[in-house]
């Protein structure tokens, strides 16, 4: 069976858990931590980035400093996880959910803009499958109605828009590295700062609202209490692991994307037929080779398709169910607009494998038994 995701490992990752275990320091914001930190500002060019103990808490920092109160509206695509509702959802907020671009399923700026009222206080752009979404659209609305962008960022890291990198465009940007994504330390995320000020506070919501950054910097002689917070930094072990991925990011990447463009290429004769849809990369996005996706005709056809995948050992996967029209998610918020896309193409979106360490024969595999659903 080829397996849908498995977890990114490299051998150096060892040596330094190793190092971290021996350093008998493992508690957050250690060595490790600081050079997982490093390494994220060097790859996105944010002013500051600080690990988090997933991407999940890295979105309810961004709630956080973004003072999100009961009331308040937050609009974001149906189409995404329920981590990026949630995050809001926990500071009172009515989640506004809109429909989606079906080309790339990212949130449609056009959407939003019909979306915002005068309780708006935020936008959540999902990149999905690290594809980025329309930012200069939605910075255009961010600008002419005052309102922030915080960017799920959670499958884009090291993708670009324009040149720009994920999670460095927005007020927050927010990873994950869940053993899912393409870097990983098991469980694990991190938060992008592009502003001082922001960046000071999330050091403090990040240490359960305490200065003990500062405090170990030397700039204040003792610390305490100053705002609310949580404990949002992962263990040494964790950083140490993730380290050694991030390291060598660039390896890391080019190996996925052989595997996405092996599918891509691999593909096409089925696509001209108007067999199936390929995903779609607008020209201005730089991916990460996070996902391969394709959309068959309908839901019971793609229910078709992943039990003929699996017989021949294929263990292809669909993805979200729109978040409107779960239980939360009509408690929670409501669809803003018409639904056009988001139910319709998540019913008909499959995912192939794709994982760092898959071979060309395996791809080469997958690509056949799709095939073979159509013969
Ligand atoms: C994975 C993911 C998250 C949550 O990240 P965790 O690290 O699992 O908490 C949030 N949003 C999106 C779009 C994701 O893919």
Redesign the pocket.
């Known amino acids: 069976m080829i397996s849908f995701n498995v977890p990114p490992y490299v051998k150096e990752s060892s040596e330094y858990v190793a190092q971290a275990i021996a350093s008998r320091k493992i508690c957050g914001d250690g060595s490790f931590t600081k050079r997982c930190n490093e390494e994220l500002v060097r790859i996105t060019g944010g002013l500051g980035a600080l690990l988090t103990t997933?991407?999940?808490?890295?979105?309810e920092m961004a709630a956080i400093l973004l003072n999100i109160c009961p009331g308040d509206e937050v609009i974001m695509p149906s189409y995404?996880?329920?981590?990026?509702a949630n995050a809001f959802a926990l500071r009172g907020a009515t989640i506004v959910f809109v429909d989606v671009c079906p080309e790339t399923m990212n949130i449609d700026p056009e959407c939003v803009r019909a979306a915002i009222t005068s309780k708006t206080k935020a936008i959540v752009p999902?990149?999905?499958a690290g594809v980025c979404c329309d930012m200069d659209a939605l910075e255009a609305i961010s600008k002419e109605y005052g309102i922030p962008l915080v960017e799920?960022a959670?499958?884009a890291v090291s993708s670009t828009y324009k040149g720009r990198q994920a999670g460095s465009m927005s007020a927050v940007g927010?990873f994950?590295?869940?053993e899912?994504?393409n870097f990983s330390m098991g469980?694990?995320?991190a938060v992008i700062l592009s502003d001082q000020e922001l960046l000071e506070r999330a050091e403090i919501i990040r240490e359960k609202g305490t200065d003990r950054s500062r405090f170990f910097r030397g700039q204040v002689d003792k610390y305490t209490w100053v705002d609310i917070g949580s404990s949002f930094l992962p263990s040494e072990l964790n950083a140490a692991y993730l380290l050694a991925q991030l390291e060598q990011h660039e390896a890391i990447t080019a190996q996925r994307m052989a595997r996405w463009n092996q599918y891509n290429e691999g593909l096409q004769e089925l696509a001209a037929d108007g067999r199936i849809t390929l995903m779609q990369v607008p020209a201005e996005c730089g991916h990460n080779a996070h996902m391969y996706y394709i959309k068959m005709k309908d839901l019971a056809q793609r229910t078709a398709m992943l039990d003929h995948l699996k017989k021949n050992d294929v263990n292809a996967v669909f993805h979200y169910i729109p978040l409107h029209s779960a239980k939360a998610g009509i408690q929670f918020g409501r669809f803003a607009g018409e639904d056009r896309y988001t139910t319709e193409d998540s019913e008909r979106l499959l995912r192939l494998p794709m994982y760092y360490g898959m071979t060309e024969e395996q791809g080469d595999a997958v690509i056949k038994a799709v095939y073979s659903f159509f013969a």
């Open positions: 997933s991407g999940t808490s890295a979105l995404t996880f329920c981590s990026t999902v990149h999905y799920d959670a499958q927010c994950s590295f869940h899912t994504k469980e694990g995320g």
